[in-house]
């Protein structure tokens, strides 16, 4: 997924988490931590076929944080980010190795590869697809998705009177 697509969907995320009453600041969290998980673009020498989508893309940098939110409890905005992130990625036409760097039969496994290609035009509303319906399973799992949607009716109410 391109950056504007991971910028967006975290905002779109950070704006679910606010209506589920998170303040702002611990939000904005979720937008860093999505946009964290590029920065593996950097061509380090771990591996030959790169480190992108291996380095901060795999369930052991992720577990590492949501171990860290035991005691940094905002963290857990940021693994949120993180995990939409990898989400978003998984619907992009490149896998994602998340269980990086364990090999399975010598390969890397990789996870996704199901969408668009990043330069592609549909990159852009495929990652904003995926970051509404995730915010839509974290407003169910933390119990304001009818909340929300009542907010939603009532702003369309007062807009379309
Ligand atoms: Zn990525």
Not at 15 to 38: K, R
Not at 76 to 103: E, N, R, T
Request: aromatic share 12%; proline share 6%.
């Amino acid at each position: 997924m391109n950056q504007k697509a991971h910028l967006v969907g975290g905002l779109i995320l950070a704006t679910a988490a606010m209506l589920a009453g998170c303040p702002p600041l611990t939000a904005s969290l979720i937008v860093f931590g999505g946009l964290f998980c590029d920065l593996d673009i950097v061509d380090i020498p771990v591996s030959s076929q790169g480190v992108h989508r291996r380095l901060l893309h795999n369930v052991f940098v992720a577990g590492a944080v949501g171990v860290l939110s035991y005691w940094v409890p905002f963290l857990m905005y940021w693994l949120m980010g993180m995990c939409l992130h990898i989400a978003m990625d998984m619907f992009s036409s490149s896998p994602v190795y998340v269980l990086w760097p364990v090999p399975h039969r010598g390969n890397q496994i990789g996870i996704g590869g199901w969408g668009v290609s990043n330069d592609s035009i549909g990159s852009f509303p495929v990652g904003c697809l995926v970051a509404l319906l995730f915010s839509a399973g974290y407003l169910v799992g933390t119990d304001h998705f009818w909340e929300v949607v009542e907010l939603g009716k009532r702003l369309l109410e007062y807009i379309f009177p």
